[in-house]
């Protein structure tokens, strides 16, 4: 199901908690919502669709949807200054980013994942999981 984005920065800025099995249909309605929005927007988290989970979508190199729940950097390389939108904010803002990133989340299944993205994807990535920290950019 394709969600309303929340633009409401109280609600944004507050930290997400653990995913579970019992949160697949919103990692789903995530997916969803962020196909819907394809042509303006690389990745979303689920607080974008007022669900305080730790669960991300990106697209991949391939414009296919990654979902992912409870994703954590483990290891970051190769620093940069960037400038990011936001679906949920308006305006652009500058962070630092990461070229080179290796991530370990749980796919729907919750099998746990180890893998590493470069570029755009990583950067991505980096956004969707400062929304699950609370983090606005």
Do not use: W
């Not at 997400?16 to 969803?32: G, H, K, N, P, Y």
């Not at 949807?65 to 483990?74: F, S």
């Not at 630092?96 to 570029?119: C, P």
């Amino acid at each position: 199901m394709i969600r309303p984005i929340m633009d409401k920065q109280f609600f944004l800025k507050q930290p997400s908690v653990e995913a579970t099995a019992a949160d697949i249909a919103t990692a789903r309605d995530l997916a969803e919502t962020l196909k819907a929005h394809h042509a303006t927007c690389v990745g979303m988290a689920a607080n974008m669709i007022g669900e305080r989970k730790r669960i991300i979508a990106v697209l991949d190199e391939a414009g296919n949807i990654l979902t992912m729940l409870n994703p954590e950097i483990v290891d970051c390389k190769q620093p940069y200054n960037a400038t990011e939108g936001c679906l949920s904010l308006p305006g652009e803002r500058e962070t630092l980013r990461y070229e080179r990133i290796t991530v370990s989340y749980q796919d729907e299944a919750m099998q746990v994942i180890k893998r590493s993205f470069k570029g755009r994807v990583a950067q991505a990535i980096q956004h969707e999981i400062d929304h699950c920290n609370g983090i606005l950019i």
